[in-house]
């Protein structure tokens, strides 16, 4: 009842009541009030209702306003932390430098007020979201903290009155449980509804979720009372199961507990005492993962679709899913929860509402709060099982995996929480716990080895959980909370732990299998590679780095010993579970083999930080072979790749062998690979190592001296390349010191000469092709100094240079000289390319380098690298380069090479010398090994004396048995002999050189060849595998192979029987290198005797095959006196080497084949060569750019005598002749509407981007502006036909033509654009809109101009300078005005030129064609037409520089097609008549008293000549006259306006002058007035125009204060004289322009002084009086009649007008015809500048923040990108905009991309950025955040382009927008 009352008063003050009543120390009376006040209020079976937010809001105010009550408590705010939180897309920093945690962020405020100069830092974008670590010194360095969080504010807060926040500690516990019923009333199971409203029920939330986190807001006070009530138990027990008589609040219990369950999950209390499992810890250690591993025999399978029927075994596509069945795991973990308090609901159904935005941030806001953040953790790790069961069903995991992070990161990141989380809530078992459990869920039935009983079970790539990276977020954490050493140490010593992690490593050993296909390509490609390396790099690599980082010191050691000896039992499992005996299974490649890398990785961190034994963490001989087998399929399987041996596989497994090396993956997989290989390698037998590596490449049968031989498992064009690939592996395990030796600074080096040398590279991309340590939190910091100081030591930065096609270059790190000469390595490069065009580039670079140095010219040879010394506990692994095996693998090669049998190549040559070097390098030290006897080894006797490789190099072998197919030549070579009966000598089979003839073989010789002299690595291998298996006595039945693999060797079908040959040789391997030598010198002689006493080994470190023989040669004599004796016989005997006999065909097809290469090759040299002078020949033609010699108009015919026709090229049918009216010619032409000259101001400086509230930019003073409103004003006052003809349009709008130069047909350009319509090719531009390609340079273009027949440039006869008087010229050019047009006869050039004119109208918008007042009239159109020409003209000047100081030849003239132009304009101005008595050329020239009963009409007047655009004038004249037009009457009408011109210059110049100025003036002017020449002097007329004009009464006194305000500077004579030059100087010019392109005058250059005079002398205008020093600009003056009566006429129209109502257009006679160049704006130095204030800017049509925000760089305009709120009928902002603005073409900067977008048209394209980073280099996107800055060089290149309108040209790659940008 008493709430009802209370309802019913208003709420301000039944808060204030209550509130006064709660204070009471017996308050009893005022909670009762209150607790059912809140009942009514917070009734949740109400729905959500605002009323009782309001309510709420009163209540905890308690009496004040609610906004006031908010500013109190954030007075009491303590927090030291910023805190803020923020979602997706955010845009925050990163501070390398201040973190501690990788993981640290700022919000951009306390960035930018905190000091990070010369920091490395980095804007980002957030993918996941997060929170601001100001203030937090767990997770940065305090020098870090922004100034307001850097006062530890905290200290001088008072206290909080008890009495401010008494309300809310008793509002919101009920407050809260409403939420929480909600929450449970609204959720439903996924099951009982189809789409669940989840959503709706958060949208109902809404509100009371923001009220909350606007709470946590208020700052530290307010968080403690909130996390006071979320962890109270007490209340929560009291609220949430609801009273006993609250029916609504029991059911809405029960609805909690059916939702518990349904999740899987147990209360504890239903569980009981007996239902809780054995902990994880209590099972013996080793169980755990041997049960994971081996247990699967008893595991159920389950059907994939999940049913449990037991019969699905028939379905064989499938691959089944493996349930585990006795897992060692503790049950309760994941499967028990309980809550105790209001966080932990809440955290319950977050997650259970798959975590939204809203709550998400709530939950994050309190973080500030310590007591909160460590309940919370907890409360969060408890959950943790739950989270990762509802992010795998969820069908939003994405989402759902950032949110989680995004909680998640801001608790693992801090070290002390983690360990404290670590001790209390077991929070490692957890996680490991649930990986497992995760991916439990996928697992299949490994294949490997043997498929039908095989035990091993794997991860299954295509599951989804894998597929969508599903596991990411508990990966991350796991990662996350090993990169903090206490917990990393828990973790290694919890040796149950260990084995869990290690059975779910084991998981993915041998995951995503591939098995060659060899009869048909596979039909689908399966892309599971992607998951299965992301999953091994992110769930096996990262968390290895991360346990590697803390193994570092000798106090770790036992950490190391523990893994290595439990990855050695796991990987024992493994090979029992795959049952692997010794052979791997054919045609299997799994890329994956996480449980070897972890076994590397440690034991090379072992040896090289902490000082272990190497021999003590390796186990038995047999173990490391079956180690060795897996890497070393891989490196195969790469050849075979690469040999197209996988091609029906589909790309995918050319993908996988990619990523295996690619920068980000291989220090996690090659590398460890390699160096397990070489750990091997330096233990293992070493002849039976090499027999290894040959038979896995599959290249034994090729090993023979045979010139011929079956392989039973290669096709004849793959042998090359697996053997070239089992050769350069041999090369990289033994010479690769990453992990046997080198420093990390030496690592660092070698990693990045190679990127560098295949190319020169970015800084950025340079960072991310080093392979740094994979895992993210490592600390080791790519960008950390010394990747700078290496950066400069071995690279020269290449600044960012423009090329002039446009492309630009981004800055580059180029390899300096003498990294080059010293240490570009092959090896590495080869190791490390991603793409084998990648080695070739290397070695072309190369070649380029030595070329310029001239050190060698021809091909050179991968150059030989000294290597730095292996770690002692390696030095095994020289014996592979000194065993018996390779050395006659060597031999045989050599052989081979010297006889050309088929399929060696120069790579395998290269290869052999480059390991018999290595072995000269590194010799074996003990010498015991050569004296060993040789007593058991009967295969190698014959072959060589000893192991050591420089012995045995001299060593000659004299016959060889080899088994050869019948066929062979060296068959028919015995059976020859046989024929001539001659009996082969008998000799030994050793050589007897080193006079010790230990054994000479007596008895038939063949016998004992026989006995001796076959060479079979195969049975090789398997001895020595017997013997090592027998040596550790294993038990019988492992001995025994289970398939016997001789069968494999058998060749498919019926070839040649195999015979027994003997074959002579009489070789050593030294006399084998010699002789090559001969061979490629192709020399008789080529080493001579005295060579060998002359040689310098230093000399020959670079050059071809050659050098290197004669290195190692020199490197053998010197090493051995031995070796040095038998150099010095064989190059004495110099016998002439045997021609290698050419018998077989196959010998003559290889050998022909590389000759035939050869020739190819050069024959396409030539061809090359010979295109490339072609090309040339016509760029210069065709092109002639810059050629100053001939200043013709046009190429056209320039060379012809002046009186013939043009004759024009057409470059489509090719042929020549003139243009006439049947069959016209034409220019290829592009027309754009442009604006550049609109945007031009006064002043020099461009306008500034504003990047403040308070700058702007104001477009008024540009000069498209200025002249809208002078013809405005003029169309207020005059006639409109006489308006129109007074000024010029086209400032903004105006029709730009521009030309490549090159002519065509008009009726071969119809066809052509016919075959263009019908191509289906996509173009670049849209042929309907009459757009294409000029068919000769390709340049964009729009239309065709016609070329008017008959001659180029007027006769001599036109040109000849009259001598007739000005007043007969004047009349003469009267007359010719006078004629009427004569309209021209209907032919094609006719229509063509109306048709072109049809296409410039459509060029530019109507309204820049519509000025007049009634639209469309021949005024109109009359205005429009001159106009074109006047913008051609004043672009033309623009393009020279604003002046023509620089000449003629510019290459704009040259292209220039201002003739042709005007040509088709007069043609169509010549319809339209002047009428005669509005000529202005009457007026100009005769004195007419007549006109003064004008104004008694009430029509408007003409507009007075003072006031008219004199260069308007004059392109009217001339385009209304009959042409061609003789010069003598140009000439006359350019005089007769630069008097007018020169009489509106002095008018303009008075008005400037002070009252006191213009009376001195005047009375000077009149001084002089009566003395001869008086009309040429600008004293007299400046004094006579001031004195009429003052007749007029406003023109002098309306501005009069603002004049003294503008001349305080006094008027000299010398500043007049410049003034009115000045003002005359834009007339001459154009004048000048248009004499040169229609009579072909030349400009010559000058200086900027020597303008002036320049100008007038070539218009003829100063008469005989020029003296080139001090120019008067009234001497140029001529009159036609009396000066002073012509001004006198001219002033009195303007003093007409100040007695009619028109008095206010008087201010026309104020003008000033000069305008700067046009700019872009002027844009800040640092990008960061534009980003701060635009990003967040709100649009100003929508007022939201736009997407994706744009500004114009021509007016600063701020526009949305594709944003549809600024759309109008259907067309977006900028499309708009650029319409607006730039006529179509429009220039944009994306804020959030940095790059530039260019507009034109219908088309866009991508320009750049000008905007670089410290290297040079442009960051779109803002991917990396760095800091970027101004690129002068490009933003001039962009302004260029756009002032130039060669956009269209120089970017290539343009697409239709469609209007939605």
Request: charged share 25%; hydrophobic share 35%; glycine share 6%.
């Amino acid at each position: 009842m008493m709430a009802a009352s209370l309802l019913r008063r208003d709420k301000k003050s039944t808060a204030a009541h209550l509130k006064a009543d709660l204070k009471r120390t017996d308050n009893s009376s005022g909670l009762r009030q209150l607790q059912e006040l809140l009942d009514s209020v917070l009734n949740p079976e109400r729905g959500s209702d605002p009323e009782a937010l309001e309510w709420c809001k009163w209540l905890l105010a308690g009496g004040d306003g609610f906004d006031e009550f908010c500013r109190t408590v954030r007075s009491y705010d303590n927090a030291t932390l910023c805190g803020l939180v923020w979602t997706a897309n955010f845009v925050a920093y990163r501070c390398r430098t201040c973190g501690i945690s990788p993981c640290m962020s700022l919000c951009a405020e306390c960035f930018n007020n905190g000091d990070h100069t010369g920091h490395d830092f980095n804007m980002f974008r957030s993918q996941a979201g997060g929170a601001c670590d100001c203030g937090d010194g767990n997770v940065m360095r305090e020098s870090g903290f922004c100034s307001r969080h850097r006062l530890k504010t905290g200290e001088n807060v008072p206290s909080v009155p008890r009495d401010l926040l008494l309300m809310s500690e008793m509002v919101l516990p009920r407050f809260i449980i409403t939420i929480i019923q909600y929450l449970r009333d609204g959720y439903t199971e996924p099951e009982s509804a189809a789409d669940r409203d989840l959503q709706k029920v958060l949208q109902q939330l809404e509100p009371h979720i923001s009220f909350l986190e606007e709470l946590t807001k208020m700052g530290g006070a307010m968080r403690t009372v909130l996390t006071k009530i979320l962890t109270n138990q007490q209340t929560f027990k009291e609220l949430s199961m609801g009273q006993e008589e609250n029916v609504y609040a029991k059911r809405n219990y029960e609805k909690y507990l059916s939702a518990l369950k349904s999740s899987g999950l147990v209360s504890v209390e239903e569980k009981g005492a007996g239902g809780a499992g054995a902990g994880a810890t209590d099972t013996p250690a080793g169980a755990g993962a041997l049960s994971l591993l081996g247990a699967t025999a008893a595991a159920s399978l389950e059907d994939s679709n999940k049913e449990e029927d037991q019969d699905g075994l028939q379905g064989v596509g499938q691959r089944k899913r493996v349930k585990l069945s006795s897992s060692t795991k503790d049950p309760s973990i994941m499967d028990t929860l309980k809550h105790k308090c209001f966080l932990e609901e809440l955290l319950f159904w977050t997650i259970k509402y798959e975590f939204p935005q809203k709550m998400v941030t709530f939950l994050l806001n309190m973080l500030p709060d310590q007591d909160y953040k460590i309940t919370f953790t907890k409360t969060f790790v408890q959950h943790y099982a739950f989270i990762m069961k509802t992010l795998m069903k969820s069908h939003e995991s994405d989402t759902m995996s950032n949110r989680i992070v995004h909680i998640s990161v801001q608790l693992f990141s801090n070290e002390e929480l983690a360990r404290h989380v670590t001790e209390e809530c077991q929070l490692l078992d957890i996680m490991v716990t649930v990986l497992l459990y995760m991916m439990e869920s996928c697992l299949i039935k490994s294949e490997l080895q043997d498929e039908e009983n095989n035990r091993h079970v794997v991860v299954n790539c295509g599951e989804a959980l894998l597929k969508n990276n599903t596991y990411w977020p508990l990966v991350s954490d796991f990662i996350n909370i090993l990169s903090h050493q206490s917990v990393a140490k828990r973790f290694l010593e919890d040796h149950s732990l260990l084995l869990l992690w290690m059975s779910f490593v084991s998981f993915f050993q041998g995951m995503n299998l591939n098995k060659r296909e060899l009869n048909e390509h596979v039909e689908f490609e399966s892309q599971t590679y992607y998951a299965a390396f992301a999953a091994e790099l992110e769930a096996c690599a990262q968390p290895m780095w991360g346990l590697l980082t803390h193994c570092k010191v000798k106090e770790t050691q036992e950490y190391t010993k523990t893994v290595v000896r439990y990855c050695l039992e796991t990987l024992q499992m493994w090979f029992d579970a795959i049952g692997f005996v010794d052979e791997p299974s054919l045609n299997q490649l799994t890329f994956h083999l996480p449980l070897h890398r972890y076994y590397a990785m440690f034991l090379s961190k072992g040896v090289k930080c902490q000082g272990l034994d190497l021999d003590s963490l390796l186990p038995d001989q047999e173990m490391l072979m079956k180690i060795m087998v897996h890497p070393l399929q891989i490196q195969a399987s790469l050849s075979e790749i690469h040999s197209n041996m996988w091609v029906r596989n589909g790309l995918q497994i050319k993908g996988q062998a990619m990523t295996y090396v690619q920068s980000h993956f291989c220090n996690s997989m090659i590398d460890p690979d390699i160096y397990l290989l070489q750990v091997c390698a330096s233990r293992l037998d070493p002849d039976y190592f090499i027999s290894s590596v040959f038979e896995r490449f599959k290249v034994v049968d090729l090993l023979t001296m045979a010139s011929q031989h079956q392989n039973a498992v290669l096709d004849s064009e793959q042998e090359r390349p697996m053997l070239e690939g089992a050769l350069t592996f041999l090369v990289i395990l033994s010479s690769l010191r990453i992990h046997l030796g080198m420093s990390d600074d030496e690592i660092l080096r070698a990693e990045m000469v190679s990127q560098l040398c295949m190319n020169d590279r970015t800084h950025s991309s340079l960072l991310d092709l080093i392979p740094e340590n994979p895992n993210p939190k490592s600390g080791v910091v790519p960008g950390s100094c010394s990747f700078e100081e290496m950066l400069s030591a071995v690279a020269d930065f290449k600044a960012p240079v423009f090329e002039p096609g446009g492309s630009m270059q981004q800055g580059m790190y180029t390899p300096k000289a003498e990294v080059w000469e010293k240490e570009f390595d092959p090896i590495m490069v080869i190791l490390r390319t991603v793409y084998r065009r990648d080695v070739q580039s290397a070695m072309d670079r190369y070649a380029a380098f030595l070329k310029q140095s001239g050190v060698h010219t021809g091909n050179p040879w991968p150059p030989y690298k000294e290597r730095t010394p292996l770690h002692p506990c390696y030095k095994g692994l020289v014996r592979l380069l000194h065993c018996k095996t390779l050395h006659i693998v060597i031999f045989t090669l050599l052989y081979k090479i010297w006889m050309d049998h088929q399929n060696m190549s120069e790579h395998v040559l290269c290869m052999v010398l480059y390991l018999i070097e290595l072995g000269l390098d590194n010799q074996v030290q003990d010498d015991k090994v050569e004296e060993e006897p040789c007593i058991e080894e009967h295969c190698h006797d014959s072959w060589f004396p000893g192991t050591s490789l420089l012995s045995n190099l001299h060593h000659v072998i004299n016959f060889v048995r080899v088994r050869v197919p019948e066929t062979a030549p060296e068959v028919e070579r015995k059976r020859e002999r046989e024929r001539e009966r001659e009996t082969p000598p008998s000799t030994s089979s050793e050589s007897t050189t080193f006079g010790q003839s230990s054994r000479r073989l007596t008895g038939n010789w063949r016998e004992n060849l026989r006995e001796a002299q076959v060479f079979s690595l195969v049975a090789e291998r398997r001895r020595k595998f017997q013997e090592i298996i027998n040596r550790s006595n294993h038990e019988a039945s492992q001995a025994v192979r289970p398939k016997s693999s001789s069968s494999r060797w058998l060749p498919p079908g019926s070839p040649p029987q195999l015979v027994t040959e003997i074959l002579e040789i009489r070789e050593s391997m030294l006399s084998l290198l010699v002789k090559l030598h001969q061979k490629l010198s192709a020399k008789q002689n080529s080493l001579s005797l005295s060579w060998l006493a002359e040689v310098d080994p230093a000399h020959h470190a670079h050059g071809d095959g050659l050098t290197a023989i004669e290195r190692i040669l020199a490197k053998a004599s010197a090493r051995s006196r031995h070796s040095k004796r038998c150099l010095q016989e064989i190059c004495g005997k110099v016998c002439p080497p045997i021609p290698p006999k050419k018998n077989s065909p196959g010998d003559k097809k290889s050998m022909d084949k590389e000759e035939r290469r050869q020739r190819a090759r050069e024959r396409q040299q030539k061809l090359l060569a010979e295109f490339a002078s072609r090309q040339k020949s016509f760029m210069e033609t065709a092109m002639d750019v810059e050629s100053p010699e001939t200043d013709a108009v046009m190429d056209v015919g320039s060379a012809e005598p002046l009186d013939s026709e043009v004759l024009y090229d057409c470059v489509i049918c090719g042929q020549s002749g003139p243009s006439t009216e049947d069959r016209p010619t034409g220019l290829v032409v592009l027309l754009q509407a442009s604006s550049v000259l609109g945007h031009r101001c006064r002043s020099d400086t461009p306008k500034r981007l504003p990047t403040t509230d308070e700058e702007h930019i104001y477009p008024e003073d540009t000069c498209g502006a200025t002249n809208d409103v002078r013809l405005s004003l003029m169309q207020r006052y005059f006639k409109d036909s006489s308006c129109l003809q007074s000024v010029s349009v086209g400032w903004d709008g105006g029709v730009y033509v521009q030309t490549c130069g090159h002519t065509l047909h008009i009726d071969c350009h119809k066809s052509y654009m016919e075959s263009l319509r019908n191509d289906q090719v996509l173009q670049g531009f849209s042929v309907d809109k009459g757009e294409f390609t000029c068919p000769l340079c390709r340049q964009f273009a729009n239309s065709v101009l016609p070329c008017r027949p008959g001659r180029g440039i007027e006769t001599p006869a036109w040109h000849a300078p009259s001598n007739k008087s000005m007043s007969t010229l004047v009349k003469e050019v009267e007359d010719l005005q006078e004629q009427l047009g004569i309209f021209p006869a209907e032919s094609n050039l006719s229509k063509e030129m109306e048709s072109v004119i049809k296409d410039i109208k459509n060029t530019t918008q109507k309204k820049y064609m519509d000025y007049g007042k009634n639209p469309g009239s021949p005024d109109n159109d009359f205005l429009f037409m001159y106009s074109v020409a006047r913008t051609n003209l004043e672009l033309e000047l623009v393009h020279r520089g604003g002046n023509l100081c620089s000449g003629g030849a510019s290459a704009a003239a040259k292209r220039s097609c201002l003739n042709q132009l005007f040509h088709v304009l007069a043609m169509h101005m010549r319809l339209y008549s002047i009428d005669s008595a509005y000529n202005p050329w009457t007026r100009l020239t005769q004195s007419t008293y007549s006109r003064e009963t004008e104004f008694c009409d009430d029509e408007r007047p003409e507009v007075p000549m003072l006031f008219r655009d004199v260069p308007s004038l004059l392109i009217i004249f001339i385009l209304t006259m009959p042409q061609p037009l003789r010069k003598e009457h140009f000439t006359c009408v350019v005089k007769v306006l630069y008097s007018l011109q020169y009489t509106q210059a002095l008018a303009a110049l008075s008005i400037r002058f002070s009252r006191e100025e213009r009376l001195a003036w005047s009375n000077t002017g009149a001084a002089k007035k009566n003395m001869p020449n008086s009309d040429k002097s600008w004293e007299s007329l400046l004094g006579h125009v001031i004195s009429e004009l003052t007749k007029a009464k406003d023109v002098y006194d309306t501005n009069s204060e603002e004049a003294l305000m503008l001349s305080s500077s006094v008027w000299s004579p010398q500043s007049i004289e410049f003034t009115l030059q000045q003002f005359c100087l834009p007339f001459l010019r154009l004048s000048c322009l248009l004499q040169h392109h229609l009579y072909g005058d030349s400009l010559p250059g000058c200086q900027v002084e020597e303008e002036f005079s320049l100008l007038t002398g070539c218009l003829s205008l100063a008469g005989s009086v020029q003296s080139s020093g001090s120019m008067s600009s009234a001497a140029c003056l001529e009159w036609n009649l009396n000066a002073f009566d012509l001004i006198n006429q001219w002033c009195s129209e303007v003093i007409a007008l100040s007695s009619s109502p028109s008095q206010q257009s008087v201010s026309l006679l104020v003008q000033d015809p000069q305008w700067a160049a046009p700019r872009l704006l002027h844009l800040p130095d640092n990008y960061n500048t534009i980003f701060q204030y635009y990003h967040r800017k709100s649009c100003t049509s929508c007022g939201k923040t736009p997407k994706d925000p744009a500004l114009c760089l021509v007016c600063g305009a701020f526009v949305c990108l594709k944003g549809h709120c600024c759309k109008q009928q259907g067309v977006c902002e900028c499309v708009l905009h650029s319409q607006h603005c730039g006529a179509a073409t429009g220039i944009f900067l994306l804020v959030n991309a940095s790059v530039i977008i260019i507009i034109r048209g219908h088309r866009f394209c991508l320009w750049g950025s000008v905007y670089l980073d410290a290297h040079g280099e442009e960051d779109r996107d803002l991917r990396r955040g760095k800091p970027l800055y101004l690129c002068e060089e490009r933003y001039r290149v962009l302004e260029q382009q756009w002032v130039s309108h060669t956009f269209d040209h120089i970017n290539k790659r343009w697409g239709p927008h469609y209007n939605g940008l």
